[in-house]
């Protein structure tokens, strides 16, 4: 199986920052890779895919890059709403495989 | 509006079996694999299997942990989608969520809200 492995696992930050999430995978992977949001108690939202496409009505603060192993997601801007925790996972091959998260606090 | 609708979680004890549904609405349910994804309590997100569509023969893929225990299946005819859990152990405890693949672009780009499952005695 293909292991992801997120840095940081937690992250602090205040409204208005800029801030950089990395997702490493134990093996290439192209860019087959998908960032996910969730709020606590809420279901995972759908951010980015192909490592940097973003989905349909997720705002350009959002952006992906990366390629084989090493991505990474960058918000920019923060705002309250965007405090959650953030979810990279793999589907290059089966079983998809996420990353352990990251959460994004204030 | 596209939605996915979960059901049919719940207490069940330890080496029982529980099925769960999710109906589909507001897209063309065919054109799509589904997959379902569970989070254990305070955990993180797990890949527990996807169903392909009829064009591929509605073939299946498991995560380790589930194969030969869980079955997934879809009913096009009721725009739905199941999870069969038999053998339920303590560890199957978790939100379980559907999610639908759209074909052309790999990985699940709408989920349900979830449902609940606690396997306990």
Redesign the interface.
């Known amino acids: 199986d293909i292991q992801m492995t997120q840095s940081p696992s937690s992250l602090s930050a205040s409204v208005g920052d800029r801030v950089t999430i990395t997702c490493r995978a134990s093996q290439g992977i192209s860019n087959s890779l998908a960032w996910f949001q969730q709020i606590p108690g809420k279901a995972p939202k759908s951010l980015i895919y192909a490592a940097s496409t973003l989905d349909t009505g997720v705002p350009s603060k959002f952006s992906g890059s990366g390629y084989e192993t090493d991505f990474s997601l960058t918000i920019s801007s923060l705002q309250p709403e965007d405090f959650a925790i953030y979810y990279c996972q793999q589907y290059k091959s089966y079983p998809f495989t996420f990353g352990q998260g990251t959460k994004l606090e204030i | 509006e596209v939605q996915l609708e979960e059901s049919g979680g719940g207490l069940v004890q330890p080496g029982g079996s529980l099925r769960l549904s999710c109906e589909a609405s507001g897209f063309k349910f065919t054109d799509h694999l589904m997959?379902w994804?569970r989070q254990a309590p305070g955990k993180?997100?797990?890949?527990v299997g996807?169903i392909r569509n009829k064009d591929n023969r509605y073939t299946t893929?498991?995560?380790?942990s589930v194969k030969g225990r869980f079955t997934i299946s879809r009913d096009d005819s009721k725009n739905s989608l199941y999870l069969q859990m038999n053998s339920l152990k303590t560890e199957d405890t978790a939100v379980y969520?559907c999610a639908r693949s759209p074909i052309q672009?790999?990985?699940?780009?709408?989920?349900?809200?979830?449902t609940t499952v606690t396997v306990a005695s």
């Open positions: 997959d994804v993180g997100l797990e890949w996807r893929e498991y995560a380790a969520y672009r790999g990985p699940m780009d709408v989920w349900g809200q979830g």
